[in-house]
DNA sequence: GTCTATACTAGGATAGAC
DNA sequence: GTCTATCCTAGTATAGAC
């Protein structure tokens, strides 16, 4: 009761009342620094010391702030994916209204990719532990991803609707390829690499609809079985 | 015809007397069973306990076997990637001397994506964990998706020196997202669903090279810095 | 709100019986 | 070779001072 707790009990959050705006301050730095160890070390990777650390402070002072190292990593993934999410569909949201539908497919896949690449650390986080994460974790994580791809399926199913990509394809495959191809640039993607960000989108929507290859268009490698789709 | 690794040497690693056919019957059952688990529960979430039980022995039992869990690891992690790799070149080489390196290319990818698809776990584990692992553990693995990765980039220049594929790509950059875009594949793929295998390995060089637009190629969405290259 | 100190547990690793 | 028992460390989580 130091910590003036009314007894009034808490939800299932943590959650301070008091907002001092320097104590708000410090939970936003500690998801902050939480995304940048969980990008690049990974979920199991990733001790609450380390976070401590990063953040200057003690890996017991952060249970003012979460309740748990989990609910603290579920907020930094689900956060991060879902502002990836909010960004894509604000990028094509701010498509003009007659834009094609290859055109808002195209615009979020490079406004995904550059997110991820250059923006949000946390969401490159969610999409490389996606997968990877204990039970508990990973159910909301997978219910987010799952309304994030679907959103991509519908850009896709537009596409093919109207004829700007073959219809005969497995969309779904052909989504997943794209998305995994995405989420993986996290590999390997250097900014000081010969290709920005930017340049990876594009290059992976030419891929998409073009491909790289210079010879003649063959429609469809295997005539039978390519599937319906989704 | 792919894999035969004939346990020659044995430096560093644990002794070797026994080798009761028995024994190293058990020693592969070990093998065997951890690669299931990393595969589908990533490292960090495999405990030695979990192996054990899978391989229907204790966790201290283990250690006749292996120097620790990191080196178990790494032989699974390892030797799982090597097999790929191997198989992808035995798919190459097989190929008649005259196929072209387009054909080459489509049949190294394909040959990558069903080996890890539906024959090896290990394979499977490898490209799952590579980046999520602990440095000691991360390096020998990295050295060899490096090596692997080689590979991929000589059937990409080859494709690109004689014609097959836009020289002006970004070559490193189309590979990774080619790349990544295989492996994620174990994150989605069904043996269920409407594709094979073997239709997604083409779907994706389908992709490469001509892309499943239905529009009249745009050569380069962006004229300007598309870049060189490696 | 954040600190220090400490309880507790999972899991990797070792020892010795058999 | 495999078992059981045990040690030991890392790391999560709690308590209470300040």
């Known amino acids: 009761m130091v910590t003036a707790q009314p007894e009034g009990r808490e939800p299932a959050r943590k959650r301070r009342a008091p907002v001092t705006s ?28 380390d976070i401590a650390e990063a953040a200057g402070t003690h890996a017991g002072s952060l249970y003012y702030h979460f309740d748990s190292r989990e609910q603290l990593a579920e907020e930094v993934l689900t956060s991060g994916t879902r502002a990836a999410m909010d960004h ?48 508990p974790l990973a159910e909301p994580l997978h219910a987010l991803f799952r309304e994030y791809g679907d959103y991509f399926a519908e850009l896709f199913e537009a596409a093919a609707a109207d004829g700007a990509i073959d219809p005969t394809v497995d969309l779904r495959a052909a989504r997943m390829l794209v998305v995994g191809a ?49």
């Open 22 to 49: 320097r104590g708000e301050d410090k939970r936003r730095r500690i998801l902050e620094v939480a995304g940048e160890l969980l990008a690049t070390r990974g979920y199991a990777g990733t001790s609450l010391a």
């Open 88 to 135: 894509t569909r604000a990028a094509v949201d701010a498509l003009p209204a007659n834009a094609s539908s290859r055109r808002r497919l195209e615009t979020a896949i490079t406004a995904h990719v550059a997110f991820i690449l250059e923006r949000s650390p946390a969401a490159l986080a969610g999409a490389r532990a996606v997968g990877q994460l204990p039970p």
């Open 182 to 230: 995405a989420n993986w640039t996290a590999e390997w993607f250097r900014p000081d690499g010969p290709s920005s960000a930017e340049d990876v989108g594009q290059l992976l929507c030419r891929l998409i609809f073009d491909g790289i290859g210079t010879g003649r268009r063959r429609p469809a490698p295997r005539p039978t079985g390519a599937g319906e789709h989704r």
